[in-house]
C-alpha cells in the first residue's frame, strides 16, 4: 500500500480561506482583497465564537505565580479566557540562602531568582528552601469563589494558608486569594486557563493555531459567515452541514475519563 508516509496537514489561513469560498460557489479567480479582508476579520470573530463553546484543549495552558505574604491580589494574563483549576504547590524549595540550586540531588550555588519578579527585597522567611525540587511536593487544590462569597466574607485580611479564590474578570482580570497568604511560596500559586487563541491572520502564510480535527468545522463555520455576506441562498444549505462537522470536532477533542460531581446539599431555615 503506497501511502504518504506523512502527518503534516496543517493548511495556511489563506487555503482556508479559498476553500470556505469556494463552498459557497465564489472561485479563487473571483476572489478580490474586499474578499480576503472580510474572510480575515470573520475568521477571527469565529475565534471569539468558538471560545463560547466549552473548554477548547489544545489552548489550556499552565500558569505560575509566586506567592507573597500579605498580597491578596494576583494580576492574570489579560488574554484568559476561562480559569480552570487552581492550586498551591508547596516544597518547591526549602531554606538554603538565596542562589542555591539542585543538581544530581545536590545543592549548588547559583543566580537563583523571581521568575515574575514580584518580590524586590528579599527577607530571610522568604528565601528558596533546602528540599530538592522534585521531592516532597504537596499539591492543595483551592475552591473558586463568587463575587457575592467574596462579598460577604467579613474578614478579608485575615492571614493563613489560602483555601479559595475569587476570579474578577475584568479586562485586566485578578484572582483574589482568601485567606490572604501568610507564607512566601516561590512559584506556588499555579493555575490551568483556557487562553486566547493567536491572532488569524493572512499575510506570510500564517496558520491558525487549531488542531486537525477542528479545520473542517472551521472551514464550514468560516463559509457560512461568508455566506451571509456573500451568498444569502448558501446559508441553509451550509447550517447542516456545519452542525455535523462541529459534533465530530467535540467527538475528537473530549477528554476520555469519567465525570465526578461533588454536591453539598445544606439545610434553610428561615428565621423570623
Do not use: C
Not at 487552581?86 to 540531588?105: D, K
Not at 522567611?125 to 475552591?143: A, E, K
Not at 446539599?265 to 428565621?271: A, D, E, G, K
Request: glycine share 6%; no cysteine.
Amino acid at each position: 500500500m503506497a501511502t504518504s508516509g506523512s502527518r503534516s496537514f496543517n493548511p495556511t489561513l489563506g487555503e482556508i480561506v479559498i476553500s470556505a469560498f469556494s463552498r459557497i460557489g465564489t472561485r479563487r479567480t473571483e476572489l478580490t482583497q474586499q474578499h480576503m479582508a472580510d474572510a480575515e476579520f470573520e475568521a477571527n470573530l469565529l475565534q471569539t465564537d468558538m471560545q463560547g463553546d466549552g473548554i477548547n484543549l489544545y489552548q489550556v495552558v499552565l500558569q505560575t505565580q509566586d506567592i507573597v505574604p500579605g498580597q491578596t491580589a494576583y494580576y492574570i494574563d489579560p488574554t484568559t479566557v476561562f480559569m480552570l483549576d487552581v492550586y498551591i504547590r508547596q516544597n518547591n524549595y526549602g531554606s538554603y540562602p538565596l542562589g542555591v540550586g539542585w543538581a544530581n540531588n545536590t545543592p549548588y550555588v547559583d543566580n537563583w531568582i523571581n521568575n515574575n519578579n514580584t518580590v524586590t527585597t528579599w527577607t530571610s522567611d522568604q528565601l528558596p528552601m533546602t528540599t530538592n525540587p522534585n521531592s516532597g511536593i504537596t499539591d492543595r487544590l483551592l475552591l473558586p469563589i463568587s463575587r457575592s462569597d467574596y462579598a460577604a466574607t467579613a474578614n478579608k485580611g485575615m492571614t493563613s494558608f489560602p483555601t479559595s479564590y475569587w476570579y474578577d474578570k475584568l479586562i485586566d482580570p485578578k484572582m483574589y486569594l482568601w485567606p490572604v497568604p501568610n507564607t512566601f511560596i516561590p512559584q506556588g500559586l499555579q493555575y490551568y486557563i483556557q487562553q486566547r487563541p493567536q491572532n488569524a491572520e493572512l499575510i506570510n502564510g500564517t496558520q491558525l493555531e487549531i488542531p486537525y480535527e477542528a479545520m473542517d468545522y472551521f472551514v464550514w463555520s468560516l463559509a457560512e459567515r461568508l455566506a451571509y455576506i456573500y451568498a444569502p441562498n448558501s446559508v441553509a444549505m451550509i447550517g447542516p452541514r456545519k452542525a455535523q462537522a462541529y459534533q465530530k470536532w467535540l467527538q475528537a477533542s473530549t477528554e476520555n475519563v469519567n465525570v465526578n460531581m461533588d454536591v453539598q446539599v445544606n439545610s434553610y431555615f428561615r428565621i423570623g
